[in-house]
């Protein structure tokens, strides 16, 4: 059973940067694409950004492109997303989840059945 653990989170002032960590567990994490994902207060959760199995391919959200990048190291089974510039916008739970997928990855939360606890991010000055 896979498990993951979200974390780096935090307070930051607008234009800050944080890098958030997933932290897989339980199931070799090379089989899986996976995605970042949030939900702020009062609305439903989006995709933030996915990366593939392989690290191939990687999908970001209009809101965050040329700000935030995904990564990941199979080896040390941990998949990072390193947020840069960031907007009161940005502030929301983050989560990271995971699905089997050969080749790809793809935005949708319904998407992904592996999810972690998540962690907050809060942007204010």
């Known amino acids: 059973q896979l498990q993951l653990v979200e974390s780096g989170g935090g307070l930051v002032q607008p234009g800050g940067s944080l890098r958030l960590s997933c932290a897989a567990s339980g199931a070799t994490l090379g089989n899986y694409a996976i995605a970042w994902l949030r939900q702020a207060p009062g609305k439903g959760r989006e995709g933030v950004s996915c990366?593939?199995?392989?690290?191939?391919?990687?999908y970001y959200a209009d809101s965050v492109k040329g700000r935030f990048t995904i990564s990941r190291d199979n080896a040390k089974t941990t998949v990072y997303l390193q947020m840069n510039n960031l907007k009161p916008e940005d502030t929301a739970s983050y989560y990271c989840a995971a699905t089997m997928m050969a080749v790809g990855c793809i935005l949708r939360p319904s998407a992904y059945e592996n999810w972690g606890q998540g962690t907050q991010v809060t942007v204010s000055s």
């Open positions: 990366i593939s199995s392989s690290g191939e391919t990687t």
